[in-house]
């Protein structure tokens, strides 16, 4: 099928790249023209596993291309996907502005009837709102249907090939027909819906696994009073089938492009119903206090963090990504800069990412040795592998005493049993 992508970010490329690997014709379009100029190239703008080389191999065999120009991509289209970014408005609702300006840009550009599939998560009801602005603008019939996205970044390649499930919300069951039949080669399980509930879906899918998080983050805050283990407390909740294993590591909280500003709309939504959701509040704001919760060990372990030498390890809100938006790290070294402590910072992949969004009174260093060299105390914020598998040798060879604050229960007993160190985690007294 000849299919559009519109935006080239971390969905809409996958997408664009996983539809031409399965046979699709696909030109990805981004109004970003340096970015365009970088895929043209063959290079991904997105520091994603795997998907420049079947990206490459995409543009050589003639399925994947690359444009800005909304006449290109509208011409002989059979299906289009609105992948572009629904950020958090500073009210905490989701900024359809993105998405208003494709379906104008689109509108004005088609010539022949058309499936619009939005993959980007917008709130309940919106899917409507561009089917009627397709009907007042353009001069084609177009059916639009709600295909939410639920790749994980850091294995986006892999979770479009394996995924669980492809939710597809269509009233008009011949546009989900549509969805159907290009998504069959994934093999996936599809299941069926509205547009309404399939929005829903994408809205309490995310809000869910950001409950699990914030639960096992209070759990674990409880462990310390108590001296339990958090790390076999979930263990032993996670061979419940009932409950499952996964979401339950406990840490410095959630970050990133989508639990954040999802639950935010998702509170938002419920608001301008004039429904309360005390729960949702509660998950964010635990989330919130969560991401400082080294810094509040730090400063009841050494009182004021006034002058300290603190060397910060991983910067993206994830290991295998570049992605900053919403990391920790950003409250995190805001509060160390705050209360005067000197920073170093390191990440393998996301320092030019972080450029843009940390403090500007820290310092970016090239290696992790030279991060922590005359550090005080270090604190990990990302579980990068290469960060968790390098720390301890060198902090060995460093010969410095240290004060280790891990943020994603990296170590355990017999990894530390030979480094002289303070140690802090989260939820785990027994190792402190
Ligand atoms: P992104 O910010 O990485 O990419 C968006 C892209 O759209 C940018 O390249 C931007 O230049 C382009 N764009 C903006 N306006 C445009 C326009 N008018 N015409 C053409 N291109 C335009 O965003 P993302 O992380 O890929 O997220 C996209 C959507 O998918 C969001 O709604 C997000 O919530 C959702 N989502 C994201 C993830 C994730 O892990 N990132 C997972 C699931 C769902």
């Not at 990302?382 to 720390?391: G, N, P, Q, S």
Request: charged share 25%.
């Amino acid at each position: 099928m000849n299919i559009s992508v519109v935006g080239t970010g971390y969905v809409g490329l996958v997408t664009g790249v996983s539809l031409s690997e399965i046979g699709h014709h696909v030109t990805c379009l981004d109004i970003d023209k340096e970015k365009v100029a970088k895929l043209l190239r063959g290079e991904s703008p997105i520091y994603e596993p795997g998907i420049e080389e079947m990206m490459r191999q995409n543009i050589e065999n003639g399925h994947l291309h690359f444009t800005s120009d909304y006449k290109e991509a509208c011409e002989k289209v059979e299906a289009l996907y609105i992948a572009v970014g629904t950020p958090e408005k500073e009210d905490g609702t989701a900024d359809l502005r993105f998405v208003e300006a494709v379906v104008q840009s689109v509108a004005s550009n088609i010539k022949a009837p058309l499936t619009v599939i939005t993959k980007s998560t917008v709130p309940v009801g919106t899917n409507d709102k561009i089917q009627a602005l397709f009907y007042e603008q353009a001069e084609v019939p177009v059916h639009v249907v709600s295909n939410p996205e639920f790749l994980r970044e850091g294995s986006a390649i892999h979770d479009t090939f394996y995924g669980d499930r492809i939710i597809i919300g269509a009233d008009n069951e011949e546009a989900g027909d549509v969805v159907a039949l290009i998504n069959k080669a994934f093999g996936i399980p599809i299941f069926r819906t509205d547009c309404r509930s399939a929005e829903m879906i994408k809205y309490a899918s995310n809000a869910f696994l950001a409950t699990k998080i914030s639960y096992i983050n209070e759990i674990s805050n409880l462990c310390e009073f108590t001296n339990a283990n958090v790390e076999d407390v979930a263990k032993g909740m996670g061979m419940d089938k009932r409950i499952g294993a996964n979401f339950l590591n406990a840490g410095i909280g959630y970050g990133g492009s989508c639990f954040p500003k999802d639950t935010s709309a998702l509170l938002r939504q419920a608001e301008n119903q004039g429904m309360a959701f005390p729960l949702m509040n509660s998950i964010i704001t635990t989330n919130a206090m969560q991401q400082l919760k080294l810094i509040d060990k730090a400063e009841a372990r050494f009182g004021s963090l006034k002058d300290k030498k603190v060397a910060v390890l991983g910067l993206a809100f994830k290991p295998n990504t570049d992605d900053m938006r919403a990391a920790p790290s950003i409250p995190v070294t805001e509060r160390l800069v705050l209360d005067g402590a000197t920073v170093n910072v390191y990440d393998p992949i996301a320092m030019d990412a972080a450029k843009n969004v940390l403090p500007k009174a820290i310092t970016y260093t090239n290696t992790m040795k030279e991060c922590i060299e005359n550090a005080e105390i270090i604190f990990i914020l990302t579980e990068w592998k290469d960060i968790v598998a390098d720390l301890l040798p060198l902090i060995k060879e460093n010969g410095k005493r240290v004060a280790l604050f891990d943020g994603r229960n990296c170590y355990g007993y017999q990894e530390l049993k030979d480094v002289d160190m303070e140690y802090y985690s989260i939820g785990r007294p027994g190792l402190t």
